[in-house]
């Protein structure tokens, strides 16, 4: 069958026969070799960069010891600004106290439990009563109104309460000073 065809046809055959070996050559081996090649590169790169990562980490790692010693210490301080679990006669001698400490006559008293039923988080809110206890305190006084300054800083001056509200209210029995505070103190 080849012999019969012409010089000039059997050159076509060879050149067409080239040009398939080219093309399969390229779709079987090169191809594929390509592709490999550029996805081997581009784990190198992200490895590469894996690596300065870690090594960054590793370096860091006596810095973040640091910082970990610091924030222990930081969390060991913070926690000496709440005040031991009191029950509610025990911050009612607190205030009162403070108050006539400082020349004012409690008129009133009330101290209720802060909770968190409104929070949409219950598991923070768990967490948080089950840590942290929220008194809310109000209290009506009698006195001058230098004395309820007086009482006002000493309240400033504690760690453990916040001031929330402040009001002076003059009425036919006299002058009234409003405060209402809040009280920390880690749960029992």
């Not at 870690?54 to 006596?62: E, H, L, V, Y």
């Not at 924030?71 to 060991?76: N, P, T, V």
């Not at 009482?151 to 001031?163: E, H, K």
């Amino acid at each position: 069958m080849f012999d019969s065809l012409t010089k000039r046809e059997k050159f076509l055959v060879y050149v067409l026969m080239i040009v398939v070996i080219g093309v399969l050559f390229q779709y079987l081996l090169l191809m594929p070799a390509l592709n490999k090649n550029s996805e081997l590169e581009s784990q190198l790169s992200e490895l590469s960069s894996q690596n300065q990562l870690m090594q960054m980490a590793i370096d860091n790692s006596a810095l973040t010891t640091t910082n970990l010693a610091k924030a222990q210490a930081s969390l060991a301080e913070a926690k000496q600004s709440f005040t031991a679990f009191m029950h509610n006669e025990e911050i009612d001698r607190l205030l009162c106290g403070m108050a006539r400490a400082n020349g004012l006559k409690v008129a009133s008293l009330s101290i209720n439990n802060l909770t968190k039923e409104n929070d949409t988080d219950t598991e923070a809110a768990i967490a948080a009563e089950t840590y942290l206890k929220v008194i809310q305190v109000s209290l009506a006084f009698t006195g001058d109104k230098e004395a309820f300054w007086r009482f006002l800083d000493d309240v400033q001056n504690t760690s453990y309460l916040v001031l929330q509200n402040a009001a002076v209210s003059n009425t036919g029995k006299g002058t009234f000073y409003y405060a209402e505070l809040q009280l920390y103190m880690p749960a029992q």
